[in-house]
């Protein structure tokens, strides 16, 4: 005999919605409340060992859900679950998600055009290169790589639902790219190969703490992105992922505040010369930069994210994508190792001595 309380429901909600908390005050699989008369809902229940269904929403535009509700006190249920969901035209993506191939392929175009011509730029001022300048470079590459997987993982999913061998692929450099570009920010903010030749040891604390919440990080990217959000743990990883990503954001604005904090110790000493004074400028510049790179990508993108329809949620990717080609673009150009860039120049005995006791 069929129960209506217990059963599959494929419905029309906002991911964070929670069944569980919603069934502890009325079942959603009987209720008519008003809380699901704005989703499109079908009752499946469960017969027998094995059930097969399938639905066809065409009035319906927006994140389906699959749920399981067990409105029965005191009962235990275990099941195995396939879901197969795909758009018209057989796209398995989703709607937000069907513009990212194009649009992570034509970000490693921009990118890859951005290298070309840093390389040059390096090539034709070879003799003042530092060895920040070739990090950079090599963080531009990974960049690319990432990118380029990318646009094959997403591809690859389109036309067949999965994407397993690319997103190895994509992990693996997903963490070299943010552990080379939280890295290199880092080392610009402390001033390393071009106003001094070594790392303090505040340095290289920071450093190895941001080796260590990159690997974190990359953890708990890979468990969101595979586990489903209604699972168990799925919020804990989720909030993991956001405060490591977050306090690799604070220790690279650390160094560049320490950095802002000797340069003025140095012109104090020296009378602030000119040289000094511009270096100040720079390193102000630099560190409002990342500071509104860190606001657009880790605050505004979210809250954008939460705001638009589904099938727009691409856009927020393009926002993130063009915000780093912009930064790196700036960075490139501040960085340039040209003859008279006020970064690149020589210290003075003063600051030498000032960096040596940092």
């Known amino acids: 005999m069929e129960d209506p309380t217990v059963g599959f429901m494929v419905r029309l909600a906002p991911p964070s919605f929670r069944v569980e908390q919603e069934a502890s005050f009325l079942c959603p699989l009987t209720s008519d409340g008003k809380s699901m008369q704005a989703a499109k809902q079908t009752n499946i229940l469960v017969k027998g060992r094995e059930l ?24 235990q249920v275990s099941f195995d679950l396939s879901v197969t969901a795909e758009n018209p035209n057989h796209n398995q993506l989703s709607a937000g998600d069907a513009p990212l191939p194009i649009c992570f392929f034509l970000s490693s175009c921009l990118f890859f055009l951005a290298l070309l011509v840093w390389g040059a730029v390096l090539w034709v001022y070879r003799d003042n290169v530092q060895p920040i ?12 790589v990432f990118t380029v997987l990318q646009a094959m ?40 190969s071009y106003l001094k030749p070594f790392l303090s040891s505040r340095d290289k604390k920071i450093l ?54 000797q340069l003025n110790e140095v012109g104090e000493a020296d009378g602030k010369t000119q040289d000094n004074v511009k270096k100040l400028k720079l390193f102000r510049r630099f560190y409002m930069i990342v500071l509104g790179y860190i606001y657009l ?39 340039r190792p040209t003859h008279n860039n006020p970064y690149l120049q020589i210290p003075s005995e003063t600051e030498m001595q000032s960096n040596n006791n940092a």
Not at 52 to 75: H, I, K, M, P, W
Not at 222 to 249: F, H, K, N, Y
Not at 311 to 333: D, K, N, P, Q
Request: hydrophobic letters at 50%; charged letters at 10%; a neutral charge.
């Open 52 to 75: 097969n269904f399938s639905r066809v929403f065409t009035n319906y535009d927006g994140l389906f859900t699959v749920e399981y509700a067990n409105c029965q006190a005191n009962t």
């Open 133 to 144: 300048q070739c990090f950079m470079a090599m963080t531009c590459l990974v960049k690319i």
């Open 153 to 192: 993982r997403y591809t690859r999913f389109q036309v067949t639902g999965r994407s397993s061998g690319w997103s190895t692929a994509t992990h693996v450099f997903m963490f070299l790219k943010g552990l080379l570009f939280f890295s290199v920010i880092l080392l610009l903010g402390s001033g390393w």
């Open 208 to 261: 190895f703490l941001i080796l260590l919440l990159q690997v974190v990080v990359n953890t708990a990217v890979v468990m969101v992105e595979e586990l489903p959000s209604s699972q168990s743990g799925w919020e804990t990883w989720r909030d993991v992922l956001q405060l490591a990503d977050i306090m690799c954001c604070f220790g690279v604005l650390m160094s560049i505040v320490w950095s802002i904090r």
């Open 297 to 335: 990508t880790r605050i505004f993108v979210v809250m954008m994210g939460t705001l638009l329809a589904c099938r727009y949620t691409w856009v927020c990717t393009v926002v993130e994508e063009f915000a780093t080609l912009c930064l790196f673009v700036w960075i490139g150009h501040a960085f």
